[in-house]
């Protein structure tokens, strides 16, 4: 008997959904904390191209796939040369609305572009090298504005971004990152689930209009103790709110370290049964007096990691802020010993009951 399957028929990163059912896949780290080891300045992020732009643009970190193409796809192949299997796009902030704030909203869909084209291009010298498939993360950051808080205390209705403004700057993103090679769509580090709303529609809008079909995966970001991400929701009330997305990965990154993220990482696990489960925490809480801002060392994180991998909650895994190609080899090699989390298809489930 053929057993459909409510997994959405995939026309780039096909063998991806096997690939996650096999073993734990391993994701890069963060870009930031390797872009700041090159010590660039001004002139670095200008290029020739903007010598003359009135604005400052250091820390302009996507704007560095035009100005220095040669250090973003460097620390890919450092990520490569790791273990990780996805490399996340140089893109977290390369929507028009972000780029705004440098007065470079006009270059966006030309970052992403050639922000894909570079991990395009480090994923697969690297799959020629060995023949281990690699992929291409096209990352879609959250935007420095809320559509769900109030930037004014005394006025709780006011905003300072649309929904509509959202979906478009979204779109533009997704296209230039088709463009240029993504395999995958990764909506990460939402802190308001509005926000990741209107990138889910946008996403959907695309895929309807070019025929392809991109594995999404989808990444809150948990704010505190609370458990909560900072728009107020929980992390049970957040999966209910991007599911209908059907996501290949839902997850949690950034904000805390391991440590601090195990329970809410299990309680995903738990409720999320009908989609894998990514995990990329940050290297421990931030120290504004370390070196590289976080404390937790590789073999630290990659300990912590395989605890999540040995009591079963993972299929993705990987860092954020403040990890490193060192943390991200660590990771590599301390949950190969595991298996992968088991998805539980429920539409497949009660077929098989049947």
């Not at 734990?24 to 080891?37: E, F, K, L």
């Not at 989808?218 to 049970?236: K, M, P």
Request: aromatic share 6%; glycine share 8%.
């Amino acid at each position: 008997m053929s057993i459909p399957s409510s997994s959405p028929r995939y026309t780039r990163a096909t063998a991806l959904p096997e690939l996650l059912a096999q073993r734990i896949v391993v994701i890069d780290g963060a870009m930031g904390t390797m872009i700041q080891r090159y010590r660039l300045g001004e002139d670095d992020f200008r290029g020739a191209r903007l010598r003359e732009h009135p604005r400052d643009l250091k820390g302009n970190n996507d704007l560095l796939v035009l100005t220095r193409p040669d250090v973003i796809e460097e620390i890919h192949a450092a990520y490569l040369a790791a273990g990780a299997d996805i490399i996340e796009t140089n893109t977290f902030g390369a929507t028009a609305i972000a780029q705004e704030d440098y007065g470079l909203g006009a270059l966006a869909r030309e970052m992403n572009v050639e922000a894909a084209r570079l991990a395009r291009r480090a994923a697969d010298a690297a799959t020629a090298a060995d023949g281990r498939a690699r992929y291409v993360a096209g990352a879609l950051g959250p935007t420095p504005r809320t559509a769900s808080i109030s930037p004014d205390v005394n006025d709780p209705g006011a905003r300072n971004v649309s929904f509509e403004q959202l979906r478009a700057a979204y779109l533009e993103q997704a296209e230039g990152l088709l463009e240029g090679g993504a395999d995958l769509f990764l909506v990460e580090t939402i802190f308001d689930t509005l926000n990741a709303k209107a990138a889910i529609f946008a996403l959907d809008e695309l895929m309807e209009a070019t025929g392809e079909r991109l594995p999404v995966v989808i990444s809150g970001t948990v704010t505190d103790a609370s458990g909560r991400i900072l728009s107020g929701q929980t992390v049970g009330a957040f999966w209910h709110s991007v599911r209908h997305a059907r996501p290949l990965a839902v997850g949690l990154n950034c904000a805390l370290g391991a440590a601090l993220m195990r329970p809410y990482i299990e309680e995903l696990a738990r409720l999320a049964g009908d989609t894998y489960i990514s995990c990329y925490p940050n290297a421990g809480l931030p120290n504004p007096m370390s070196e590289t801002g976080f404390d937790e060392t590789p073999d630290t994180t990659a300990r912590m990691l395989a605890e999540f991998a040995q009591a079963g909650f993972l299929n993705i895994v990987g860092g954020c802020c403040g990890t490193t190609p060192d943390h991200i080899a660590a990771v590599a090699r301390a949950v190969r010993a595991y298996r992968p989390r088991s998805r539980r298809d429920p539409l497949l489930t009660g077929l098989l009951a049947a």
